[in-house]
């Protein structure tokens, strides 16, 4: 499987194991880049006009164990292509952010991974995934089973109109499951992981509409957490979130990391510095760069990467 092009590092043993995993910390300022900005805007006019651009994928990237691999990846919508020749493995354990321009593509590649662009008539794909090694396209594959194997957390919270109890507790329920000492453990179980527990655990036979907006999306990510997806999806999770509760569910991805692999897109960037351990920098379809966090903020390898992260575009 090819990953593009990738950038030669020296692969010394980290001193740590913090330095083997670096955590993400907040955007420093940048040192000048040393390539020149005719170089740089020449990129993005191959990309305009449509020429093949190689991504840079960081040695960081592929010395992780990947949950999921996507391989040369394109998406149609009719005529129009949305997504060229993408190829990145996504970390297991860790927490991958997708961040670029509005209308790069973070959204359809999200949604690609469950199939969910598959409810567009229009879509026509190319390329494949895998989780965990099972091909996700293809005409043998159980799209409701797929889906089962993975959690979703959209922009807006959408609790089921039932109890909190009967939202944490769905995909056990739709799968049978009818032991109350099961499913109280479950519920119990993904309401603490989803940092709710003690806010709602007085609350549980109440409608999960009746919780705050905060909380909503809090209870979401417990019904997601609660059939213990191989992959946790979140499609700007914080877009309709205040600060306060937006700290809470940035709080939160940090206590699922290790626990679950998560993919998130956010167009927040100070939110990826803060909270994913790998970020990927989309551009009109393409992955341009993707590497550890902390080296995109810091020291990326592209031109285009810093001038995009330190508001230059985009």
């Not at 955007?27 to 305009?48: E, T, Y």
């Amino acid at each position: 499987m090819s990953l593009g092009q990738s950038v030669d590092k020296p692969r010394a043993a980290p001193a740590s194991p913090s330095e083997a995993h670096p955590q993400p910390s907040p955007p420093l300022a940048l040192a000048p880049h040393p390539r020149s900005a005719p170089l740089a805007s020449g990129r993005l006019a191959s990309i305009a006009l449509g020429q093949a651009v190689a991504s840079v994928i960081h040695d960081s990237v592929t010395r992780e164990d990947a949950v999921l691999h996507i391989e040369h990846f394109r998406l149609w919508y009719g005529e129009k292509q949305a997504l060229f020749d993408i190829s990145m493995p996504i970390p297991r354990g860790r927490v991958t952010a997708l961040i670029g321009p509005s209308g790069c593509g973070k959204s359809t590649l999200l949604r690609s991974v469950n199939r969910l662009n598959d409810l567009i008539d229009t879509v026509r794909i190319e390329g494949q995934m895998r989780l965990n090694g099972d091909p996700t396209y293809g005409p043998g594959v159980d799209v409701i089973e797929l889906r089962k194997r993975m959690g979703m957390v959209f922009q807006k919270s959408n609790p089921f109109p039932m109890s909190v109890y009967e939202n944490v507790v769905y995909s056990l329920r739709i799968d049978g499951e009818r032991n109350r000492r099961v499913l109280d453990e479950v519920c119990e179980r993904s309401l603490r992981g989803a940092a709710l527990w003690d806010e709602v655990k007085d609350r549980l036979h109440e409608s999960g509409l009746s919780l705050s907006g905060g909380q909503q999306q809090r209870l979401c990510i417990a019904r997601a957490i609660a059939a213990e997806p191989e992959v946790l999806l979140m499609d700007e999770p914080c877009s309709a979130l205040d600060p306060i509760a937006t700290g809470k569910i940035e709080d939160l991805i940090q206590e699922l990391r290790g626990t679950y692999s998560v993919l998130i897109v956010t167009h927040n960037m100070q939110q990826a510095s803060r909270a994913s351990d790998y970020t990927a920098f989309m551009y009109m379809g393409r992955v341009l760069e993707y590497g550890a966090t902390s080296d995109l903020y810091t020291k990326p390898h592209l031109q285009e990467t810093e001038d995009y992260i330190t508001g230059r575009f985009g």
